[in-house]
């Protein structure tokens, strides 16, 4: 036991200390009788030296957990699960108990440093923080002088949800509006959270009721989602669920963790979730299932729509003035024999309703049953590849086994189709009835406080004189970005690109099309970016600036996690080396850009400013409780239901299933065809299809898999988890493997126009012919050539500017 | 009598592998020391399904130290290393451990111990985990502890501080009251591994 059991040098003295403890602790080490324990003497248990923090992990993998920081001579030594208010939330990972990984890996930034080699290279040298930020200062300075603010880009993503990182109406929010900088933004997972909104409207823990409530579902449904994967946290909520007697139905492409624990897996073409909701909607009116009540009450799908125009029927064109601009939507009641008002009907018709005043009308749901029409059953079954007879079982399951709680998340969103998969899965859920009640609903749950938030304070600070500040510039897109630069023009106005600032994201290692970002980026005047560690983005920066571990910095966490509750965030340590907090970071910009006074002057500060006690009050605490006692559940009741009662936070307090006028969410130059946005509408998607042209060249859809021990690519520098996910590869199903004379283990390439990777192939038996799965988190130099970026194409579907990561075909090459 | 065991319900282990990076943590344990992780049962691979699609077989294991109650590993050491104690947990005193691996011989489970061939090389220049985690020395066999150094105070081993799928339950076999006791009651397909060896193993596992 001597210093030669040590080979850490600067850590010996810890070491040391630590064994003299274990030795003291007698029994253990020797004392124990081999065969006979009667003379044993119970050992004094050694007294912890540890301090106990609270820590939030906020990588933004939705699943947002609670941890005690373990503290030890001022270093963090270990990260445990922490007790919630209700202990069934508690909840950690192989990430969360692994984050000394990531605070003393080799990889973190240790000082602010300068660019001396190529973009990307990696070759920096080392400056003072007073240099960085009057480097970063000048060059912003200098790009807004001559092109104005918004041609700096603040491109940021999700690597710390925090309040002062990049969680809901965050700090960095706030110095966008400031610096009135733009935006770049990635459009990741757009689709589906732009169909909830639609059609849910936006609550604050979106579509779903709380995992609590699963218990009171019959049949739980995970549709679009691998939570063993990339929700493991909302997992044995649906296991005891199960073990309260609900039947577990997978609807997933691949046969995966979470299809081996279901009652029922059923396998589905990807990417064609929208198709097997159109066909369930069918069979529904086929045979009369659908819940009219929901669907009269709590829906729009009695309003009546215009057949001339596909706007909907308003009372002001049948004589009846708008009170106060209030022009409501009109219905056919049955009951007054008349068209009136929606609110105002006893008894809405909900179909067979063609003229009121002369004027040509259906109503929503006659729309939506002929825009299902063509959804036969063997249509459906061909399109998806899920037999007649599972269709119609699953269609039977949807209408007497509910309550259903169907979980989905982004699984069908990242293709080109995924607004359409989305939309439709909606439709099915408001048709059978099997939303806004306890046990059913479900789809997309997260977390989204607005709900105690006081936005203005907190996003639009003012200055001395009571004005506001300026606003931020406009999202762009970094799909157009290399346009931009060519043009100068977006949207139809004029527009640059000058510089970035990257915080909190790795978009060269997680964003799509990366050859086309390598185009663009190496003309960008200047580079800002500041990481915890060496990320492939990092290597991109001119001014690269070092940021703290989230336990070296105070913070509070309260957005995009399943939990129903807020936690406070501890400083377990100091900063380590010179790194500082973004939001110390952003506050020294703004200093040298003139900003300061609208600057808070630590984390706390925005804190208060960001909870409006006022609206926190119905949930019982005070900003002072809050942070005394760490957390605070911040939903209401003891078990929330989303829109319990079928009363939905949208215009019309109803479920949403048509759309007058759509309107993309991007500029897309006006080309939208508009009859593809207002009710149910599918179409495949532009390369996952199996049947789409590019496939007879590039015959393999490639899914780009979450992994379980990366969240994007975060933890990517934590050696211990490398254990279990060393290297990126590519899981092929063994008779495509066969065909492709392909062992485990051997090197292939993946390509397609856009790019390609070396990886290793290893056999899954759980993929199905033609479909190959990837982990997506890996970074350029984990490749053995090429990039797995490189692959994925940068278009949007017409409507909705969404990434479709996952709408990527490729050939396969053994080399 | 505290006869310390546990139950890992494998209905419930979708093999997110936080047991075993939670041991790898709070023991402090170096790069090749495994004293616990998750195996797939199905492809060779992680998380890898056999069969034929969608017939597919795709199932976890997690595996350490089975702290059997007559455990052949004690017997089969030279030197006195391998020592049981009276609450039933089997470990390894490094002082005396001379790295023979007549405990892995004896074993009649595979891959639950790790030899520190040489100096142990870390993946941190700190030291991490408990500050009474195991030494780890050159030329000794490591296993799970049933993180002794944490149950002597009070608190509960590495791997079960959370499980996210609560699968694994904890506690004194002899107790009928404790969570382990009740799990395994309630589970009348709780069964034993390779009970046939009779070495009276400690970890129950249902399904």
């Not at chain 1, 965030?569 to 910009?589: V, W």
Request: glycine share 8%; aromatic share 12%; hydrophobic share 35%.
């Amino acid at each position: 036991m001597t210093e030669a059991t040590n080979p850490r040098g600067f850590s010996r003295r810890s070491f040391i200390k630590g064994v003299a403890a274990f030795t003291a602790a007698g029994a253990l080490a020797g004392c124990t009788p081999k065969d006979d324990d009667k003379q044993q003497v119970d050992p004094a248990p050694a007294e912890c030296p540890d301090e106990i923090f609270a820590g939030a992990c906020r990588g933004n993998c939705s699943g947002g957990c609670f941890l005690n920081v373990h503290a030890r001579d001022g270093r963090i030594v270990r990260t445990s699960a922490r007790d919630l208010p209700d202990t069934r939330y508690n909840r950690i990972c192989s990430r969360g108990v692994t984050h000394v990984g990531r605070i003393y890996s080799s990889q973190r930034l240790q000082y602010p440093m300068k660019r001396v080699g190529e973009r990307g290279e990696g070759k920096f040298e080392r400056i003072t923080w007073d240099e960085a930020i009057d480097t970063i200062v000048e060059n912003w300075k200098a790009i807004t002088d001559e092109y104005g603010p918004t041609a700096m880009a603040m491109w940021t993503q999700s690597g710390n949800q925090g309040m002062t990182g990049v969680g809901m109406n965050s700090y960095h929010g706030r110095m966008r509006n400031v610096f009135g900088a733009s935006y770049i933004s990635m459009n990741f997972d757009c689709a589906h959270i732009g169909a909830f909104m639609r059609a849910c409207g936006t609550g604050f823990y979106c579509t779903g009721n709380e995992p609590t409530d699963l218990v009171n579902s019959k049949t739980v449904v995970c549709w679009g989602s691998n939570p063993t994967v990339s929700l493991p946290q909302f997992v044995h909520f649906v296991y005891d669920a199960r073990d309260a007697g609900a039947k577990y139905i997978v609807i997933d492409p691949v046969y995966n963790a979470n299809a081996a624990k279901a009652d029922w897996f059923i396998p589905i073409n990807p990417a064609t979730d929208g198709a097997l909701a159109m066909g369930l909607m069918k069979v529904f009116f086929d045979k009369g299932w659908h819940d009219e009540a929901f669907l009269a009450a709590s829906t729009e799908a009695p309003f009546l729509v215009k057949k001339s125009d596909g706007t909907f029927l308003r009372m002001s064109e049948l004589g009846v003035e708008p009170v106060e601009g209030n022009d409501p939507v009109a219905v056919w009641d049955e009951g007054a024999g008349a068209a009136v008002a929606f609110g105002e009907a006893s008894s809405p018709k909900l179909d067979g309703v063609t003229e009121v005043n002369g004027i040509q009308v259906s109503t929503v749901l006659d729309l939506m049953r002929e825009a299902v029409s063509s959804y036969t059953l063997e249509r459906t079954s061909e399109i998806t590849g899920v037999p007649v007879k599972d269709i119609e079982e699953l269609a039977r399951v949807y209408h007497e086994e509910g309550p259903v709680y169907t979980a989905s998340f982004f699984g069908a969103d990242h293709y080109s189709n995924g607004t359409y998969n989305y939309w439709d899965m909606y439709a099915l859920l408001f048709v059978s009835g099997n939303m806004g009640r306890s046990g059913a609903g479900g789809m997309y749950a997260s977390l989204w406080p607005f709900h105690i938030c006081n936005y203005v304070g907190a996003m639009m600070p003012v200055d001395s004189a009571g004005n506001f500040c300026q606003g931020e510039g406009p999202s762009i897109p970094s799909n157009v970005v290399a346009e931009i630069m060519e043009t100068g023009m977006y949207a139809g106005a004029p527009q640059q690109i000058k510089g970035l600032f990257i915080q909190y994201t790795n978009p060269m290692a997680v964003n799509v099309d990366r050859n086309y970002m390598e185009t663009w980026i190496q003309k960008v005047d200047f580079i800002a970016v500041a990481d915890l560690n060496m990320t492939e983005t990092a290597k991109y920066a001119d001014i690269l600036l070092p940021v703290c571990h989230w336990f070296e910095q105070v913070e509070v966490f309260n957005s995009y996690g399943q939990a129903p509750y807020m936690y406070w965030n501890d400083k377990a340590a100091e900063p380590l080396y010179e790194s500082k907090s973004d939001f110390e970071i952003l506050n020294l910009i703004a200093e040298g850009l003139g900003y300061g006074e609208f600057t808070c002057k630590d984390p706390e500060e925005f804190f208060r400013i960001w909870i409006d006690e006022d609206m926190a009050a119905p949930f019982g605490f005070t900003f002072d409780q809050f942070k005394e006692s760490k957390v605070v559940r911040i939903m209401p009741g003891e078990v929330y239901v989303h829109a319990e009662g079928g009363v939905f936070p949208t215009a019309t307090g109803r479920g949403v299933l048509y759309q007058e006028n759509p309107v993309p969410t991007y500029y897309n130059d006006g080309q939208m065809d508009p009859s593809k946005e207002r009710t149910v509408y599918w179409e495949p998607a532009f390369e996952a299809d199996v049947n789409s042209e590019i496939r007879a060249k590039y015959p393999y859809h490639v899914i780009s898999e979450h992994m379980r021990t990366r969240t994007h690519t975060q933890w990517w520098e934590c050696d211990y988890v490398k254990e279990y996910e060393p290297e990126p590869v590519v899981k092929i199903n063994p008779e495509d493997a066969a065909e492709l004379g392909i062992v485990e283990g051997d090197v292939v390439k993946l390509f397609n126009d856009r790019g390609e990777v070396a990886i290793k192939a290893v056999i899954n038996a759980g993929y199905p012919r033609k479909v190959v799965g990837v982990p997506r988190s890996f970074q350029r130099d984990e490749f053995i050539e090429g990039h797995f970026g490189s692959l994925s194409m940068r278009d949007y579907n017409q409507y909705v500017a969404n990434a479709i990561c996952n709408d990527c075909a490729v050939g396969i090459e053994k080399m | 009598m505290t006869r310390y065991g546990m139950a890992i319900d494998l209905n419930r282990c979708f093999g997110c592998q936080t047991c075993a990076a939670a041991c790898k943590v709070a023991n402090n344990l170096p790069k090749d020391i495994v004293y616990n992780v998750v195996h797939t049962v199905g492809g060779d691979f992680a998380d890898c399904a056999s069969g034929t699609f969608p017939n597919c077989e795709l199932g976890f294991l997690p595996m350490q130290c089975q702290h059997c109650e007559n455990p052949a590993c004690l017997d089969a050491c030279p030197t006195g290393a391998t020592q049981k104690r009276e609450d039933g947990i089997v470990w390894v005193d490094s002082q005396l451990c001379i790295g023979c691996e007549a405990c892995v011989k004896a074993c009649p489970y595979e891959g639950v111990r790790s030899l520190n061939a040489g100096e142990p090389e870390y993946y941190l220049d700190v030291v991490v985990g408990e500050f009474d985690a195991p030494a780890h020395l050159a030329g000794t066999m490591e296993k799970c502890t049933f993180c002794y150094n944490l149950i002597d105070r009070g608190e509960v081993p590495a791997c079960m501080q959370l499980c996210p799928g609560r699968a694994r339950f904890w506690g004194d076999l002899d107790d009928p009251e404790s969570e382990v006791s009740k799990y395994v009651a309630a589970h009348a397909d709780a069964h034993l591994l390779q009970e046939e060896d009779g070495t009276a193993p400690k970890i129950y596992y249902i399904g």
